[in-house]
């Protein structure tokens, strides 16, 4: 195994450190990461100590406190490699952002008959906005099909693109097989037919986030708690033109300069689009978890949390009926056993204290195509173990045994 200390990770998560003689084994990281100490203090400060909103009384704390707001836009900014803080919009995690640019950026421009692609493999919540669209502008959602490996199939791509094509929206890492298309051939495909595309980064972002300048990505979307930060934040990223040419999609308070009975004025990107209240401990949350990574080698982690998973199906291949879909190297570990449901096993694991997810992982069409009704997921983070490893394979042992009296 590659050397990392994963005690050191794993010394920082206070769910993970019980005096419990037999700790739970957390192999659900992929549904929602456990949070570190760091990132709960910067939650708790604020709500403890700060007496205050951002964007608006002028009041010391207030203003500190819009600085510290505006200087974590700059940070994950810096994260993903956008050109500038103003490029990064928080929403409440990727569903929302991807939503926002449905919205706000696609609906406008969508005539009857024009068409949106969509990869098989997405997430509902990278496929139902550009439903929803589409329908609410008879539009029509044109699938991208999987290839053998059940990754989008670019070789597809340029035989769908045509003068109707306005968005491509594609994810970065399949939160189910963790696959990852090559998104600078579908960006420089898609380019070419001046096609716009999205790119849901809510799982690639926790492996190795996009560097949007780089790829040239128009829209990516994250969220927080699938990154060590709070639940509740996410970002839209969008090129600076593109968000300028966006009108606001929620009204309400600060997303304006100037309002009568008539009408109103936007404020500048990205203040428009962040109407009312937000969530400051979250945003705040967020920062500390960025802060809070930049102290680990994030490629020799994800090194290790691979090996987790390659040990985890190697054990578990020697099962009879096992099928894996883990793609290329991914932490992720889907997997079935034939002529087993995937929810009878995992109530059996659970009462081995195993947190793995089974079902369809809210990717109902990549399901259909994996030809199964259901998957189990074991997904490692860096404060898994070989234990971890051993735990999941005698529990998936225990529970088969079971289930076959
Ligand atoms: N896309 C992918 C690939 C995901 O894994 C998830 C979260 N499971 C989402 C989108 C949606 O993220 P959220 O629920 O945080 O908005």
């Known amino acids: 195994m590659t050397p990392f200390d994963f005690t050191d990770f794993r010394r920082h998560f206070p769910a993970l450190c019980t005096d419990d003689a037999s700790p739970w084994c957390y192999l659900d990281s992929a549904a929602t990461a456990l949070t570190p100490q760091k990132v709960i203090d910067a939650t708790v400060n604020y709500y403890q100590h700060t007496a205050a909103t951002v964007h608006r009384s002028q009041h010391k704390a207030a203003q500190s406190l819009t600085q510290d707001y505006e200087d974590a836009r700059q940070r994950v900014a810096e994260f993903i490699h956008a050109p500038q ?5 928080w929403t409440r995690g990727t569903t929302e952002s991807i939503n926002l640019v449905a919205q706000s950026y696609l609906r ?55 003068s109707r094509s306005r968005l491509l929206a594609i994810s970065q890492m ?24 999205l790119v849901d980064g809510a799982q690639g972002v926790v492996h190795a986030p996009a560097n949007v300048q780089a790829l040239d990505i128009d829209f990516y979307a994250f969220s927080g708690h699938k990154l060590y930060g709070p639940t509740g934040i996410g970002v839209l990223y969008g090129k600076s033109a593109l968000l300028e040419s966006m009108s606001p ?79 290329s190297n991914a932490s992720i570990l889907a997997f079935a056993i034939a002529g087993v449901h995937a929810s009878d096993i995992i ?53 088969l045994e079971l289930l076959a009296d």
């Not at 803080?85 to 919009?89: E, G, H, M, N, T």
């Not at 990869?119 to 029509?140: D, K, T, Y």
């Not at 298309?181 to 096609?195: E, G, K, R, Y």
Request: proline share 6%.
């Open 85 to 89: 803080a103003a490029d990064i919009v």
């Open 249 to 327: 999609w929620h009204g309400g308070g600060k997303m304006l300069t100037q309002a009568t009975m008539q009408g109103f004025v936007a404020q500048k990107v990205p203040h428009r689009f962040e109407a009312g209240t937000p969530n400051i401990a979250g945003v705040l949350g967020l920062a500390a978890a960025l802060d809070w990574l930049a102290g680990f080698d994030l490629s020799a982690a994800e090194n290790y949390c691979a090996q987790l998973a390659t040990l985890a199906e190697n054990r578990l291949s020697q099962l009879p009926g096992f099928r894996s879909f883990r793609r």
């Open 347 to 399: 109530a059996l694991l659970a009462e081995k204290g195993v947190a793995l997810r089974a079902g369809q992982h809210c990717a109902q069409p990549l399901t259909e195509a994996l030809g199964v009704s259901g998957t189990l997921r074991a997904s490692f983070a860096p404060y898994n173990s070989e234990e971890d490893v051993t735990r999941l394979v005698q529990a998936v042992e225990f529970a």
């Open 174 to 197: 399949s939160n189910v097989t963790g696959g990852q298309p090559d998104l600078a051939t579908a960006i420089a495909l898609c380019h070419a037919n001046h096609t716009p595309v």
């Open 108 to 162: 406008p421009r969508l005539q009857p008959g024009d068409e949106i692609i969509v990869s098989q493999g997405e997430h509902h919540a990278n496929l139902i906005p550009w439903l929803m669209v589409a329908e609410q502008c008879q539009a029509r959602v044109v699938t991208l099909p999987l290839n053998q490996d059940f990754l989008p199939d670019l070789q597809a791509l340029p035989a769908l693109l045509n």
